[in-house]
């Protein structure tokens, strides 16, 4: 059996198209265009590109793009005096401040100064309180990505027996809290998980956040299980010098065994930005909504 390839790439494209959709509603009944900000804190390379990526694609479904930079230098207070700013502009419905931020500043209390409902990352001790008790939040954007991604191969997932392997708040926690939502029956299995093989066999649903390269072998997938893969681990290549993209998952021997897996690079990667877009036109909704009561 080789394993049905889940195309993250064609269904973030979806997804961003009925963001579109959506934006293009919003407008003509509320004359509202839905406002993403980010905020980038000096020069990292990776952070650039992935924020230009963001502000095309955020422009691309007919949204407002607004970006703040700062250099490296730049102070807590002045990264929080941006933040009070943008909680206030009835233009902005998502803020977004890219991490990492310089050792100076407090990553914890920039996040928890962004207004919850504008909290489009979905990682303000609110919005993970709303998660774990089952209110309308907003959810983190790669753990949304995933749940979304298992959807497209068994659009209901209740009374699956999901294992998620890695414990982080970024994907593990709320990743476990949203599969809670769909009914699954959830195990978070780590690092120090006894016999994590034999919990892993057990799954219906993997989802592989470890950080940890090749570490799933395709004799601990059960015949037919979903394989989502969070991993994104550069390791050398065969050729000297080069290095290569690999996952969690030891994809070649997984694609044998599982019943659908995505790929990497091209699986949960550009799930992160659509669902980034997802979120914001929730919030505008919502927050246009609270406005009209």
């Not at 049905?4 to 961003?16: P, S, W």
């Not at 959807?151 to 414990?167: F, Q, S």
Request: glycine letters at 8%; one cysteine or more; charged letters at 20%.
């Amino acid at each position: 059996m080789t394993a049905e390839i889940i195309d993250g790439k064609a269904i973030a494209q979806a997804l961003r198209h009925e963001v579109a959709r959506r934006v293009q509603a919003l407008q003509a009944a509320r004359g509202v265009t839905p406002g993403l900000a980010v905020v980038l804190v000096g020069e990292d390379p990776a952070s650039e590109v992935y924020v230009r990526n963001k502000g095309a694609q955020t422009r691309e479904a007919g949204m407002a793009s607004f970006e703040h930079k700062l250099p490296a230098t730049a102070t807590q207070a002045e990264v929080l005096a941006i933040v009070a700013r943008l909680n206030t502009d009835a233009n902005v419905h998502g803020i977004l401040v890219q991490l990492p931020l310089p050792p100076q500043i407090d990553a914890a209390a920039v996040l928890r100064a962004i207004d919850p409902d504008k909290d489009v990352d979905g990682f303000h001790p609110i919005n993970v309180g709303r998660l774990v008790i089952g209110e309308p939040c907003l959810t983190p954007c790669t753990p949304t990505g995933c749940v979304l991604l298992a959807k497209t191969v068994t659009p209901k997932l209740a009374g699956l027996e999901a294992v998620v392997i890695g414990r982080s708040t970024i994907v593990g926690k709320p990743v476990a809290q949203l599969l809670l939502r769909e009914d699954c029956t959830v195990t978070i299995a780590h690092s120090r998980t006894r016999d994590l093989p034999a919990v892993v066999r057990r799954a219906d649903l993997i989802i592989a956040a470890a950080g940890r390269p090749l570490m799933v072998r395709g004799n601990w997938i059960k015949p037919g299980a979903i394989v989502i893969d969070v991993g994104i681990n550069r390791v050398a290549a065969d050729v000297a010098g080069k290095t290569r993209l690999v996952g969690d998952v030891a994809y070649d021997e997984a694609l044998q065994v599982a019943g659908a897996i995505t790929p990497v690079p091209g699986g949960v990667g550009p799930m992160t930005i659509a669902c980034l877009l997802k979120n914001t036109v929730d919030a505008a909704e919502r927050i246009r909504q609270s406005l009209a009561n």
